[in-house]
C-alpha cells in the first residue's frame, strides 16, 4: 500500500526511463516519497501526466543509461528537454565515464545533473521528501567533468574501441574513420599497447576479443 501524499510540500512528478531491469531489482522501489507520483517507461513510451503545472508541482525526467541502450536515450533527452524546457533532467550510469560511449557534455541540454548509479541509489536513501531529495541532487550540477573524464584514452581510440564492440572489420572501421586500413592496424596495435593488451595477443583475431574484453572492463561491464 502506498504512503499518504503531505499536502504541505510541493508534489512533484517523476517520470523515469529505461529503469526496466532496476525495477526488477527493487532499487526503484526505493523512490517512494511522501510528496512524489512514480511512472516508468520505456524508451519508446511517451509520458502520461496526471496533473496540470503550477507553482507547487514539478515535473522531472530520470533517466537510466546503459552501453545499450545510450544512442536512444540521448535522442530521447533531448526530444524531452525541447517539449518541456522548464522540467528537470537527471541523467543515471554506472558506466565509470561517459566519455567511454563517445559522449561528452556537448551532447545533451544545458542544466542536465549526472549521477553514477551509487550516488542516486544513496541520495534516495538519504532524503525522505522527494523535493529534498531533488535539491540534494541539484547540488551535484556543476561537477560534469568527473562523468566525462576519458583518462588517457583520446577519442579516436574510444571510437576505435565502440566500432570493434559493433564487430567492424578494419576496412570498415576505415571507411568510417576516414583511415587506410594499415592506418587502423596501427591504431588498433598502439590501444592494445596502450590497454596492456599487446604483449597478450597470439593473432590479430585474439587482439580483438582482449581489446573488447578490456572495453567492458572500461565500461564497468565485469
Do not use: W
Not at 522540467?87 to 544545458?110: C, D, M, R
Request: hydrophobic share 40%; charged share 20%; aromatic share 10%.
Amino acid at each position: 500500500m502506498g504512503k499518504t501524499r503531505s499536502t504541505d510540500v510541493d508534489l512533484i512528478e517523476l517520470h523515469c526511463y529505461a529503469f526496466d531491469d532496476l525495477q526488477v531489482s527493487g532499487i526503484t522501489a526505493s523512490v517512494d516519497f511522501l510528496n512524489l507520483f512514480t511512472h516508468f517507461y520505456t524508451l519508446d513510451q511517451e509520458i502520461v501526466s496526471t496533473h496540470p503545472l503550477t507553482e507547487s508541482y514539478r515535473r522531472v525526467y530520470v533517466y537510466h543509461l546503459t552501453p545499450g541502450n545510450f544512442e536512444g536515450l540521448v535522442f530521447r533527452i533531448t526530444q524531452q528537454h525541447t517539449d518541456d524546457p522548464s522540467a528537470q533532467q537527471i541523467l543515471v550510469s554506472a558506466i565509470p565515464s561517459l566519455a567511454y560511449l563517445g559522449l561528452n557534455p556537448h551532447k545533451f541540454p544545458t542544466g542536465i545533473t549526472y549521477l553514477f548509479l551509487n550516488e542516486f541509489v544513496s541520495e534516495l536513501k538519504n532524503s525522505t521528501r522527494a523535493d529534498l531529495f531533488l535539491e540534494r541532487v541539484h547540488n551535484l550540477l556543476n561537477e560534469e567533468e568527473k562523468y566525462f573524464n576519458q583518462h588517457d584514452l583520446t577519442k579516436v581510440q574510444i571510437r576505435i574501441l565502440m566500432l570493434l564492440a559493433k564487430g567492424s572489420t578494419n576496412a570498415e572501421i576505415a571507411k568510417t574513420m576516414i583511415l587506410s586500413e594499415k592506418g587502423v592496424e596501427s591504431a588498433i596495435k598502439r590501444l592494445a599497447l596502450k590497454l596492456d593488451c599487446y604483449r597478450m595477443s597470439r593473432s590479430q583475431q585474439n587482439l580483438r576479443v582482449l581489446l573488447l574484453r578490456r572495453y567492458a572492463q572500461l565500461l564497468g561491464l565485469i
